[in-house]
């Protein structure tokens, strides 16, 4: 008894994997996520002092991030907040952390007043740990 396939064996069916839809598929996702990932991170738009200084590493997964706009605005995480609820809702975000570090964005052209300001509520609502974004410039010369 022998075993020999036949090709009008109607039930032989090619199996191999048409992969040009797949790739097709993927192409486009990867050109959809290059589009749109620049987009979900924008932050509040403050023109940031600039220093010559390197960044210190940061160990915070999601840090707060407490911006202060050239109009005086308070942004906390790209959320709005008045001037006289900062307190109040900064609080809120630090119950739930474990970690109370805040970072300040603070536009440029600010008075140095408004900076003070923020920091004193900030020292008085006990925050210990903070950060000062700013921009350092690409040409950057090194000081020794």
Avoid: C, W
């Amino acid at each position: 008894m022998s075993f020999h396939r036949t090709t009008e064996d109607p039930y032989d069916h090619l199996a191999d994997i048409n992969v040009t839809p797949l790739v097709d598929v993927m192409l486009v996702l990867l050109i959809i996520f290059m589009v749109t990932a620049p987009m979900l991170h924008q932050g509040v738009a403050v023109a940031l002092p600039k220093t010559a200084t390197t960044n210190l590493p940061s160990s915070i997964q999601d840090p707060i991030i407490l911006s202060i706009t050239r109009d005086g605005l308070y942004y906390i995480n790209e959320t709005p907040v008045a001037r006289g609820l900062l307190k109040d809702r900064l609080g809120a975000f630090l119950k739930s952390r474990k970690d109370r570090t805040v970072f300040l964005k603070a536009d440029r052209a600010l008075s140095y007043g408004t900076v003070v300001e923020t920091l004193d509520v900030l020292n008085r609502m006990g925050i210990e740990n903070l950060g000062m974004i700013t921009e350092t410039p690409v040409n950057r010369k090194t000081y020794k």
